[in-house]
């Protein structure tokens, strides 16, 4: 079946640190990868996303690229910003068939001034 | 424009009751999306309507669940005989188009308290 690995958080880091999020997939056929972030009070938005293997999503300074041979998408930032505290997700869709997004669990950063 | 929009923001109910959550998709949408986030579970995919019609409701957790889609436009999702494990938020989302190639907009849920 389709699944999404990410690390487990929370993640508290210091505002201009480094950060990276990993994820990794488990899908039959090529997926769509995504990065939604919630947040505090707000709803899912998308970040970012890479529909074919090595192409690179990018928005608000995060990137992630689709990585087929390590089957990851691990998103990435060079220097976080207080504003940047939220809930990340990693997700994939099938690139056929009516399939749902399947989200990972999500992780909790939290950017201290 | 107006985004998509979830009634009503908060619900308690008591264990064994009724509850109607509903889904206000953004104008236009036809595919429209039901995934429930939980402590420990993530978002999970509930049901998916394409128009009135819902092609996959593989992800429903048992029958006391249910949804509907009327005009193409709102969804109500139902559960009966609600259990403490319904505890959750509920969101929904709609895109143009079902597919990989439309951005899902979600919704700011439901939180659904079962005491």
């Known amino acids: 079946g389709n699944s999404v690995t990410q690390m487990e958080g929370p993640v508290t880091l210091s505002e201009e640190a480094f950060l990276t999020i990993n994820c990794t997939y488990t899908?039959?056929?090529?997926?769509?990868l995504f990065w939604y972030v919630q947040y505090p009070g707000e709803g899912l938005q998308l970040l970012l996303k890479?529909?074919?293997?090595?192409d690179k999503g990018s928005n608000k300074g995060f990137e992630a690229t689709y990585r087929k041979e390590t089957t990851s998408f691990h998103l990435e930032k060079g220097s976080v910003q207080v504003s940047d505290s939220a809930v990340y997700f990693c997700?994939?869709?099938?690139?056929?068939?009516?399939?749902?997004?399947?989200f990972g669990k999500g992780t909790r950063l939290s950017v201290i001034a | 424009g107006a985004g998509v929009s979830q009634s009503p923001s908060n619900k308690v109910t008591e264990k064994g009751k009724d509850v109607e959550l509903r889904c206000d998709p953004i104008?236009?949408?036809?595919?429209l999306y039901w995934y429930r986030q939980s402590l420990g579970q993530g978002l999970e995919f509930l049901i998916y309507?394409?128009?009135?019609?819902?092609?996959?409701k593989s992800g429903l957790p048992s029958d006391r669940f249910s949804a509907e889609r009327t005009g193409g436009s709102v969804s109500t999702l139902t559960i009966q005989r609600t259990q403490q494990e319904d505890s959750a938020v509920y969101l929904c989302?709609?895109?143009?188009?079902?597919?990989?190639?439309?951005?899902?907009?979600f919704g700011p849920g439901t939180r659904l308290t079962v005491t």
């Open positions: 104008s236009g949408h036809t595919a």
């Open positions: 309507f394409q128009g009135n019609s819902a092609p996959d």
């Open positions: 890479a529909t074919k293997a090595d």
């Open positions: 997700a994939l869709i099938r690139n056929s068939g009516n399939t749902p997004l399947v």
């Open positions: 899908a039959t056929g090529y997926p769509s």
């Open positions: 989302a709609s895109s143009l188009e079902r597919g990989v190639l439309y951005e899902q907009y």
